[in-house]
């Protein structure tokens, strides 16, 4: 079976911050991207960080870049999001999901969300 556990969140003061980590199974990092993004009460989904599994490379919105960032444990096909200077505005259910690169474009799998929630 393929699972995407994210874990993580937390109430937190805004100006604090918090480590979301995405724990893969059932698949391996090879040929993905892993993305987080997040969904706030009333609002469109937004995609807000991503790295390449093959490279590393890394893509953020700009309303977390700076302040958000992606990293890779490959070795543990974990996926960690630290957050940094958290603002009201970063309260969000938050998903890790996995996109096939390659030959296995096309692939798509969602974790469960993580609720994060900033108060100010």
């Known amino acids: 079976d393929v699972q995407l556990q994210a874990s993580g969140g937390g109430l937190v003061q805004a100006g604090g911050s918090l480590r979301l980590s995405c724990a893969v199974s059932g698949l391996t990092f090879g040929n993905s991207a892993i993305a987080w993004f997040r969904q706030a009460p009333g609002k469109e989904r937004e995609g807000i960080a991503c790295?390449?599994?093959?490279?590393?490379?890394?893509v953020y919105s700009d309303s977390v870049k700076g302040r958000f960032t992606i990293a890779s444990d490959n070795a543990k096909n974990t996926v960690y999001l630290q957050m940094n200077s958290l603002k009201s505005e970063d309260t969000a259910v938050y998903y890790c999901t996995y996109w096939g690169t390659g030959d296995d474009y096309g692939v798509e799998y969602w974790g469960e969300g993580t609720q994060v929630t900033v108060s100010s």
């Open positions: 790295i390449v599994s093959d490279n590393d490379d890394t």
